[in-house]
C-alpha cells in the first residue's frame, strides 16, 4: 500500500528565502506526482505534474523533480512572497490505486 | 472555463442526522472522485465514478455513505447518520480521463461539514 509523507511538517521563512519541500512515497511505481496548494478555506490548485519518466517540470518560481527509484519529489519555490503561504501537498497517481496524498507542509512566508 | 462547483460550502448538522452534497464537475470530464478531506491531514479518497459507473469505492464506509453520479454528470455524496468523526472537508475533483493518463485533477473548493 502506497503511503507518502511530507517533511516538514510546518515551515516559517523570511520573505526573499529560497525554501524546499520534500515529498517521499514508499511505492515507486508511479504513473506520475503532482504538488498541490491550498489556501485556508480553498479547494487544491494543481501547481506542477511530473510524468514519471521525467526527472523535473518548472513553473515561475516553482520547480518540482522527482526521482522515481529512492521515492522522493521536491518542490524549490524560490524568492519566496508572503502570497505563496499555504499548504502544499504531493500526490502519486498509482497504478490502480488512484491517487495518494501527503499529509501536506503548511508555509508561513513572513514580511 | 468554469471550474468544479459544489454545495452547500458549510454545513453543521448534529449527530444522527443525515447531509447530502452535491457537485458539478467540469464540463466533459469523465472522472469524478469525492475526497474526505480531515483537518490536518491530505485528502483521502471516498469514491471515484468514470461517467456514471464507480470504479473505486473501496474506502467508502457503506454503512453510512453513499454517492451517486446519475447520467455521468453531477454527483451527490450523503451521510447518513452522521457521526462525530465526519466532520471534515468534502472535496469533489474532476479530470478529463481517468488518473494514470497524465491529465490534472481539478478540485472544488470543497464542502465543510461539521457534526456536532
Known amino acids: 500500500k502506497q503511503e507518502v509523507t511530507q517533511i516538514p511538517a510546518a515551515l516559517s521563512v523570511p520573505e526573499g528565502e529560497n525554501l524546499v519541500l520534500n515529498c517521499s512515497f514508499t511505492d515507486s511505481a508511479i504513473y506520475n506526482l503532482q504538488w498541490f496548494r491550498q489556501d485556508p478555506g480553498k479547494g487544491l490548485t494543481s501547481l506542477l505534474l511530473?510524468?514519471?519518466?521525467?526527472r523535473e517540470q518548472t513553473s515561475g518560481r516553482l520547480n518540482a523533480s522527482l526521482d522515481k527509484s529512492s521515492g522522493r519529489s521536491t518542490l524549490y519555490i524560490a524568492a519566496s512572497q508572503p502570497g505563496d503561504s499555504a499548504t502544499y501537498l504531493c500526490a502519486v497517481d498509482n497504478y490502480g490505486q488512484n491517487f495518494v496524498f501527503g499529509p501536506g507542509t503548511r508555509l508561513s512566508v513572513l514580511p | 472555463e468554469a471550474g468544479v462547483a459544489q454545495s452547500p460550502r458549510y454545513k453543521i448538522i448534529e449527530k444522527r442526522q443525515s447531509v447530502a452534497f452535491w457537485c458539478n464537475p467540469i464540463?466533459?470530464?469523465?472522472?469524478l472522485y469525492w475526497y474526505q478531506q480531515i483537518l490536518g491531514q491530505g485528502p483521502k479518497l471516498l469514491i471515484q465514478?468514470?461517467?456514471?459507473?464507480?470504479?473505486?469505492d473501496s474506502q467508502l464506509p457503506k454503512d453510512r455513505f453513499s454517492a451517486e453520479r446519475l447520467k455521468g454528470v453531477d454527483s451527490t455524496l450523503k451521510i447518513q447518520p452522521a457521526k462525530l468523526e465526519d466532520s471534515a472537508v468534502y472535496l469533489c475533483a474532476s479530470s478529463l480521463e481517468v488518473i494514470g493518463s497524465g491529465n490534472t485533477i481539478y478540485f472544488g473548493e470543497g464542502s465543510w461539514l461539521t457534526v456536532v
Open positions: 465514478f468514470q461517467n456514471n459507473g464507480v470504479v473505486d
Open positions: 511530473i510524468q514519471s519518466s521525467q
Open positions: 464540463s466533459g470530464h469523465a472522472t
